[in-house]
């Protein structure tokens, strides 16, 4: 996918331009500030004076700004000191791409997968790495929105796409930058507002009875920039039980004094929809609908030390039914739940002579009512809006601190930081969690980087509880740990940028659900150790660069390649942590037909390692592997100044493939619509 630089009329800085001796800027050896230039710069944690930037090293056609700052760390730091793994998807490029839904999007990221249930955002879970759903942190506007009743849930965003203007992919362990929970990886959705005044709105219809309304608004008042949008899709399902609602609204407002800068946000989404054998295909009638409330406030002072204390609440409810329609006499109820999360976090960044200090630390509160996860109550609660009764409850707290310090000299960087957590419902006292991360620029065109970092993922409500037909939890279970290194290698010219990186994972405590054997229900349990490894390529060509008059404009490729050798009886029946993406090849090319028109395909191949059971009645089933299958996305654009015209064409050649379990995804579904926005 194309990525670009985005710039607007304000104040950068940045130390050289490219270390090339010939290079004015370098040879001024002091501090160039450039007027007419912003690139903005990646902020982890939601900072609203930042758009976007590439991790392969943000490019102008004609300049190259490779010294832009990037917040891949605590601290902010230019890019070419950052000694990770990061992609970013710019609002261009999701402009360019036949996509509704945060999940459709992740998609065509390379390392990441994923493993859809329901079409257009109704359901999905995110792997990265080789590693389990629950097992990557998802943030959005740098707050973490995970949800801890099950990763199942973690991509229930207050948003819709239109409203999305970057996401932030760090590949790998992140629990030093963000706490538990960033096992194998890290998700940031970052919303934006438009530098003016402007109101814009998308209509889009397809196929099975589909619509998607979006509309949104960026109004500036004084020192109050406010954005808000509202959304509402439907379909009546590519085949039986898959019909969905979402709606969703969302308002974020951005107060900047100076050096005092106030960020406040509150999001509600609903979403009800037919769940064809989501979580067991021997009752494939299954339904559920879950609603959820987001607020946060942050606040960024200072002018040479940073403070930025943040506060935010999200709450999730969910209806769950086994049985839409018609149910058997032994099923009496639905499942109910409710989970709170309330945090607050603290960021203290201080610049000395040796670099930058980083140090923090944050409280979170997790806490579930439900009727069949958690511990008996003494007084059963009413469920808000249904006519049923919470019976069981759970709580814990997690506390962690940290301490970061960056350190660069000439083309060498190096950060090395240590998080302590605790957590309430341990027996494991105080835990600490190390990092490295070094880069060296080794010529001008090319960076080298290697890293090394500790990792925690706690278990999740439903895995210590939940209680169904199928499925037994297991409240003994040790959190999971990790160490991982990875390395690699980037190099950047006029007209291409690539990288390849490697990485390598210990894991301890591994969280699967499954079953041996002989036995009926898959329950959690802890396996003993997996290493993983792998490998990713890839690289974006700038054909017009090379080539004025070709109507290419870019290339881009990737291929990841992931093994496991886990410990485990060779009887066992995994349902996640064994099935895992092994290969991944995605190409995307971009054409410009005529002046306004523009074309854009993707391709992509997936091999998945391991199997399922597909299920012939409720009572029958057979053991069958996953198969491998190529997709290709289609989408043709007509683009004028204040509107554009799409039609897209989504798995073209009508591909029969499974993502997760017995769940078939939609053959092809053509898709148009309209877009229309004003400045004023």
Avoid at 13 to 29: E, N
Avoid at 210 to 234: E, F, P, R, W
Wanted: charged letters at 20%; proline letters at 3%.
């Amino acid at each position: 996918m194309k990525r670009k630089v985005m710039f607007s009329q304000n104040v950068i800085s940045f130390k050289h331009w490219l270390g090339r001796s010939y290079a004015i800027f370098s040879s001024m050896h002091k501090l160039v500030r450039i007027g007419t230039l912003l690139a903005v710069y990646l902020s982890w944690f939601g900072l609203k004076d930042t758009l976007a930037q590439t991790d392969t090293t943000s490019m102008n056609k004609k300049i190259n700004l490779e010294e832009v700052e990037v917040t891949a760390r605590r601290s902010t730091a230019v890019y070419s000191e950052v000694g990770r793994v990061l992609q970013v998807i710019t609002r261009k490029e999701i402009e360019e791409l036949p996509v509704y839904s945060v999940q459709d999007l992740l998609r065509y990221a390379m390392n990441v997968d994923v493993r859809q249930r329901g079409p257009l955002g109704t359901q999905a879970d995110i792997n990265i790495r080789g590693g389990s759903f629950d097992q990557v942190m998802v943030l959005f506007n740098g707050i973490n929105i995970t949800d801890p009743q099950t990763g199942h849930h973690n991509l229930n965003l207050p948003v819709d796409m239109q409203s999305i203007e970057r996401v932030e992919i760090l590949e790998g362990p992140g629990a030093r930058v963000y706490g538990p929970g960033a096992f194998s990886g890290a998700i940031n959705f970052i919303t934006g507002s438009k530098s003016s005044n402007n109101a814009t709105i998308n209509a889009m219809a397809g196929q099975h009875g589909l619509y998607n309304i979006t509309a949104n608004t960026t109004v500036q008042t004084g020192k109050l920039k406010s954005y808000a949008s509202a959304s509402a899709a439907s379909s009546d399902g590519y085949i039986n039980n898959t019909d969905f609602k979402n709606n969703s609204v969302f308002y974020q407002g951005l107060l900047d004094f100076g050096n005092e800068k106030l960020d406040f946000q509150l999001g509600y989404n609903d979403k009800a929809f037919g769940a064809n054998a989501f979580y067991t295909a021997a009752y494939p009638e299954q339904f559920e609908q879950t609603k959820t409330t987001f607020a946060s406030v942050k606040m960024t002072s200072g002018s040479r030390v940073k403070i930025t204390p943040a506060l935010y609440w999200r709450r999730h409810q969910d209806r769950f039914e086994l049985f839409r329609n018609e149910a058997p006499g032994w099923y009496t109820k639905h499942n109910y739940h409710l989970t709170d999360v309330y945090g607050a976090n603290v960021n203290v960044v201080v610049p000395w002579v040796l670099g930058k200090t980083s140090l923090g630390g944050e409280l979170r509160s997790e806490n579930i009512w439900s009727n069949n996860i958690g511990i008996d109550m003494d007084d059963p609660m009413d469920v808000p809006g249904e006519d049923a009764q919470f019976t069981k409850s759970y709580q814990r707290t997690n506390m962690s601190t940290f301490l970061e310090h960056v350190y660069t000299y000439n083309k060498f960087s190096v950060s090395a930081g240590l998080l302590m957590n605790w957590n309430s419902s341990l027996d494991l006292g105080v835990n600490f969690f190390p990092g490295l991360d070094i880069s060296y620029w080794a010529s001008s065109n090319t960076k080298i980087f290697v890293s090394i970092n500790k990792s925690l993922r706690l278990p999740t409500f439903t895995d210590l509880f939940y209680d169904g037909p199928t499925n037994i939890g297991n409240p003994d279970l040790k959190p999971e740990e990790a160490l991982t290194y990875e390395g690699g290698v980037k190099y950047i010219n006029d007209w291409f940028k690539g990288q390849v990186s490697a990485f390598y994972r210990e894991s301890e405590n591994l969280i699967d659900w499954g079953r041996l054997e002989g036995e009926v229900e898959y329950k959690t349990r802890n396996l003993s150790d997996m290493d993983s490894y792998g490998v990713n390529l890839q690289g974006e060509l700038n054909v017009k660069d090379l080539w004025q008059s070709s109507p290419l404009n870019s290339i881009d490729f990737g291929y990841s390649y992931i093994d496991q050798e886990k410990n485990a009886p060779a009887d066992y029946e995994s349902v996640y942590v064994m099935d895992y993406l092994k290969h991944k090849i995605n190409i995307a090319a971009n054409f410009q037909l005529l002046k306004k028109l523009s074309a854009g395909i993707n391709v992509q191949w997936q091999d998945r390692e391991g199997g399922y059971r597909k299920y012939i009645s409720a009572s029958e089933s057979v053991a069958v592997d996953y198969n491998p299958f190529w997709l290709t996305d289609l989408r043709l654009q007509w683009s004028e100044s204040k509107y554009k015209i799409y039609v897209d064409a989504s798995n073209f050649f009508d591909v029969t493939f499974y993502d997760l379990g017995n769940v078939p995804q939609p053959g092809r579904w053509i898709k148009a619509g309209v877009q229309v926005s004003l400045d004023w």
